[in-house]
C-alpha cells in the first residue's frame, strides 16, 4: 500500500468546516483513498473512500486531485462530537482488502 | 451496512492467565475477520487474518502459539492471549469486510495485565 503523509494536529471551530489533507504522491493507478476516524477508545468508523472522483456522503466529502497525489477530506459542519484521529489510508483493496496499514493520523479537535 | 459486536469492552486479568476475546458479525457473514492491536498513543497494527474454516494468517512478529485465533463460523471470531505478560496489555479491535469494500470495526477491548 502507499505511503501516506498527514498533518498531526488540526484545530477547527464548531459548526466550520473542516479540512483535513493527505498526501499520498506514491499512489497506484488501482489503489483506492479511504478515510476512518477513531474516537479515543473506541474501533474505527469508515467514513468515505474514492478512486479519482470527489465523492460525498452523509458524513463528508472527498476531494481527490487530479494526479490522485493528494486529497483532503472535508467535515462541511464540524461539531464537537466529529473531535477524534483521522486516518487517511490507500489501499488496492479486492480480495486483500483489510488488511489496512494505519499511519499515525490527524488529531481533529473541535472546538465551541 | 454490518455491524460488529465485540466483547468484552475492557478486562483485567493477572499475569499468566489466559483471555478470551470474541469478534461477532451481527448481520454479514464473515468468511474474513482481522484482529489489530493498538498501544497507548500509537497507531493500529494488524495482527492476523482469521479466516472461517481454516488457519489465521499472522503478520510478521506476532506469535501465533500466543495469539490464539478461532474462526469457527461465519458469525464468529475468537482471539485468545495465552499466558498473558504486562506487555501484552493493549487495545485490541476485530473488523471485517463489509459490502462495497468497507471494513467494519468492533469497539475493541481493553486488556490490562497485571
Known amino acids: 500500500d502507499a505511503k501516506t503523509t498527514q498533518p498531526p494536529s488540526m484545530d477547527c471551530a464548531e459548526g466550520r468546516a473542516a479540512n483535513l489533507p493527505c498526501n499520498h504522491s506514491?499512489?497506484?493507478?488501482?489503489?483506492?483513498v479511504y478515510w476512518y476516524r477513531q474516537i479515543h477508545s473506541q474501533g474505527p468508523q469508515y467514513i468515505i473512500h474514492?478512486?479519482?472522483n470527489n465523492e460525498t456522503n452523509e458524513m463528508a466529502s472527498l476531494i481527490i486531485t487530479e494526479d490522485r497525489k493528494s486529497s483532503t477530506l472535508i467535515l462541511p459542519h464540524a461539531t464537537l462530537r466529529d473531535t477524534a484521529v483521522y486516518y487517511c489510508?490507500?489501499?488496492?483493496?479486492?480480495?486483500?482488502?483489510?488488511?489496512?496499514?494505519f499511519g499515525q493520523g490527524t488529531i481533529l479537535t473541535v472546538h465551541p | 451496512g454490518a455491524v460488529v459486536s465485540q466483547h468484552p469492552s475492557w478486562v483485567i486479568c493477572k499475569s499468566g492467565t489466559s483471555v478470551k476475546i470474541e469478534c461477532r458479525s451481527l448481520?454479514?457473514?464473515?468468511?474474513?475477520m482481522f484482529w489489530y492491536r493498538q498501544f497507548p498513543k500509537q497507531s493500529l497494527m494488524l495482527m492476523a487474518t482469521s479466516n472461517e474454516g481454516s488457519k489465521a494468517t499472522y503478520e510478521q512478529g506476532v506469535e501465533k502459539d500466543k495469539f490464539l485465533i478461532n474462526h469457527a463460523s461465519l458469525t464468529l471470531s475468537t482471539l485468545t492471549v495465552t499466558s498473558a505478560h504486562p506487555e501484552d496489555s493493549s487495545f485490541y479491535i476485530c473488523s471485517h469486510r463489509g459490502r462495497a469494500e468497507k471494513l467494519f470495526f468492533g469497539s475493541g477491548t481493553q486488556l490490562s495485565v497485571l
Open positions: 448481520d454479514f457473514q464473515a468468511t474474513t
Open positions: 506514491t499512489i497506484s493507478g488501482n489503489e483506492y
Open positions: 489510508i490507500v489501499t488496492a483493496g479486492g480480495t486483500s482488502y483489510g488488511k489496512l496499514t
Open positions: 474514492g478512486l479519482k
